[in-house]
């Protein structure tokens, strides 16, 4: 297992940040995950970081923050916090996150207290948050199990099996194991991804339809001059990066205010500590007008109502119901994983670089393209193994894309 952790952050440094000679390091984690962090500081300075700054986090400590905290407490915002992150975008910085959540450890609170401090935090973040998802630098997500989460996921396994058996899940998913190069596995990946990719460029699709035996059918429109993409970016300054870590996604940016029809959500949406789960989202003229939850209907609401761009699609993303996470068969209750197993949608801010020159566009001219803007960006996914997804081009030609669950071009 050493030797497998050691190439897991030699991937996450190498693949996946890219650190470069002389660049500063931000590495978010949870506490219980020192020993893989140090391993990864080690890694970055081989590779020539200047800095590497470490930031710890606790999911308990932060429910103690939402119980005992008042929502004016919670959504102040020093400025000396602001201060730090245009700090970092101002340097010649990249970030890795060791995303390891804790599924349901937020149900008994106050919602009204989560999307408060997340939307005041959105808010005051948002330079930050731009230069992220503008791939202005490099960035990547990562993840390691924790207590909880495993005990979600493999609930009949005892603490220490249960962890075991989700880290196995995790190394396999990200293509480590004991014989082969992870970074070779990666770059052979990330070729396979970019070649379907160009294949749904070359297409240029005015809108996708989805339709499938739960009840979605929705199309979906594309802004004009969209990009497909996944798999390896290439960040502003000219370095390549991964930023999930699994992927198996094609995605580009919907038309906001283009998508109709209703979408059925076939894994749960863990949403700020809570699960919400069989839901559904009615859509008319790109923005949702009517949705129902079997569970946290009210997360979700609170969700939806965040802000104008939260009730908006910011990301389709194509993937086969076949693929190595969906052949684990297991359901992660974590999006990085289940969005990689599913065809999945996003609620929230769209992602500059699925348009022509949209990293170079201020926000009046991306909202002209009619590109989402919102202060998060949330998937939920509703692929199925009988999917069906018609592509439609300008010239109303209609293109078979996902024939029984899988992409077919």
């Known amino acids: 297992m050493n030797q497998l952790m050691n190439k897991y952050a030699k991937l996450a440094i190498q693949t996946g940040v890219n650190v470069q000679k002389g660049q500063t390091l931000l590495i978010q984690a949870k506490a219980e995950h020192v020993e893989f962090v140090r391993l990864c500081v080690n890694e970055a300075y081989a590779s020539g970081a200047k800095e590497v700054i470490v930031k710890f986090s606790d999911d308990y400590i932060g429910k103690m923050h939402y119980e005992n905290q008042s929502i004016e407490t919670l959504t102040d915002i020093p400025q000396w916090r602001i201060d730090e992150f245009n700090h970092y975008i101002s340097k010649d910085f990249c970030i890795l996150s060791v995303y390891a959540p804790s599924p349901g450890i937020l149900k008994d609170v106050d919602g009204t207290k989560i999307a408060a401090a997340s939307k005041a935090s959105g808010e005051a ?36 099996e249960g962890q075991e058996k989700l880290l196995e899940a995790i190394l396999y998913s990200v293509r480590i194991d004991e014989e082969t190069d992870p970074v070779a596995l990666w770059d052979a990946h990330n070729h396979k991804l970019h070649s ?18 739960l009840g979605t059918d929705i199309e979906v429109g594309l802004v004009k001059n969209h990009i497909w993409a996944g798999g390896m ?45 069989e839901f559904w989202l009615k859509f008319e003229d790109g923005k949702v007008v009517d949705y129902d939850a079997k569970k946290e209907k009210e997360t979700l609401k609170s969700l939806l109502e965040t802000d104008e761009g939260s009730a908006r699609l910011g990301e389709i993303a194509l993937i086969s119901h076949q693929s190595p996470i969906s052949d684990l068969d297991i359901l992660f209750f974590n999006t990085l994983f289940d969005e990689n197993a599913s065809c999945h949608m996003a ?44 592509g439609i081009t300008y010239d109303n030609q209609e293109i078979d894309i996902i024939v029984d669950g899988n992409i077919i071009l």
């Open 233 to 277: 970016e290439v960040s502003g300054k000219g370095y390549t990066f991964n930023p999930n870590m699994p992927t198996e996604e094609s995605f580009s940016m919907p038309d906001s205010q283009n998508v109709n029809g209703i979408v059925y959500s076939t894994k749960p949406l863990n949403y700020n500590g809570k699960l919400i789960d």
């Open 125 to 160: 973040l948002k330079a930050y948050r731009e230069y992220m998802m503008a791939n202005k630098g490099q960035w990547s997500l990562i993840s390691l199990p924790t207590k909880e989460w495993a005990e979600v996921v493999f609930p009949d396994l005892d603490e220490k």
């Open 347 to 390: 609620l929230g801010r769209a992602y500059p670089m699925n348009i022509k020159g949209g990293t170079e566009m201020d926000a009046k001219t991306l909202k002209a393209n009619n590109s989402n803007d919102s202060i998060l960006h949330e998937d939920f996914m509703f692929g199925s193994e009988d999917m069906h997804a018609v």
């Open 196 to 213: 379907q990719n160009k294949k749904l460029n070359d297409y240029n699709f005015k809108s996708i339809r989805f339709t499938n035996k």
